[in-house]
């Protein structure tokens, strides 16, 4: 139990479908981000959030969209997906932002687009 | 231009030290290093952390040569609950650009 939960664990969604994942975190901290992770490829970031205000968005498509309305919760919603976006979505937290800052991982949501 | 660069895999047996390398030539002066431990289908967790010379937690020991273009995580005795992916990480405070850039990871497999 890392003190950030991710729901729901799984998902599997056609391309026209329209889905959220949510992330909390309890642990006070003011920075979070999205990362994904598909199969046998690197952790890559997708959008960091410093106090709610967006600070990095890694060249994600549209069809991501974030949103974090507190520091403590952080939203992605998908809408018209592709396959290749079937992947391990990671949330995570930390105090400070900046890749000195422990991160504090979530469990993950494992999507499937069909 | 990539942050670090580690070995794809390591192979080990149980009881062994393990030692892995990551090179971070372009590490600036406020840079932290900092490594995480992933398993299958979790979130990356943090290990441990050093700026140079040696630090030393109840799971690992981090050594950061003078120059601090590479560091060693070195894990004491390994088990087979140590098989996992280990990343280093370089970054300072910044919220923007390259600071999270996990790259490849080392994979390694303890052998009983």
């Known amino acids: 139990e890392t003190g950030v939960t991710q729901t729901p664990r799984h998902l599997v969604m056609g391309m026209t479908n329209k889905k959220s994942l949510k992330c909390e975190q309890h642990?006070?901290?003011?920075?979070m981000y999205w990362y994904k992770q598909s199969a046998k490829k690197p952790l890559e970031l997708m959008f960091v959030?410093?106090?709610?205000?967006?600070?990095e968005n890694n060249s994600v498509p549209s069809r991501f969209s974030p949103e974090c309305p507190n520091s403590s919760h952080l939203f992605l919603h998908l809408h018209t997906l592709q396959p290749e976006d079937s992947a391990l979505y990671l949330c995570?937290?930390?105090?400070?932002?900046?890749?000195?800052?422990?991160?504090?991982f979530g469990p993950g949501t494992r999507l499937t687009v069909l | 231009l990539a942050k670090t660069t580690q070995p794809i895999s390591m192979d080990s047996y149980e009881g062994q030290e393990v030692n892995i390398t990551c090179s971070h030539n372009n590490i600036a002066t406020n840079d932290y290093i900092t490594w995480y431990q992933q398993f299958p289908s979790q979130g990356p967790r943090f290990i441990i952390q050093g700026y140079k010379t040696k630090v030393t937690n109840e799971v690992a020991s981090l050594f950061i040569p003078a120059d601090r273009k590479s560091s060693t995580l070195s894990l004491p005795r390994v088990s087979l609950s140590d098989t996992a992916v280990y990343y280093c990480l370089v970054g300072d405070g910044q919220s923007t650009g390259n600071q999270f850039y996990f790259g490849t990871g080392t994979s390694l497999t303890v052998i009983p």
């Open positions: 995570a937290s930390s105090q400070g932002a900046g890749g000195y800052n422990e991160q504090f």
């Open positions: 959030y410093n106090f709610k205000e967006q600070t």
């Open positions: 642990l006070g901290h003011n920075a």
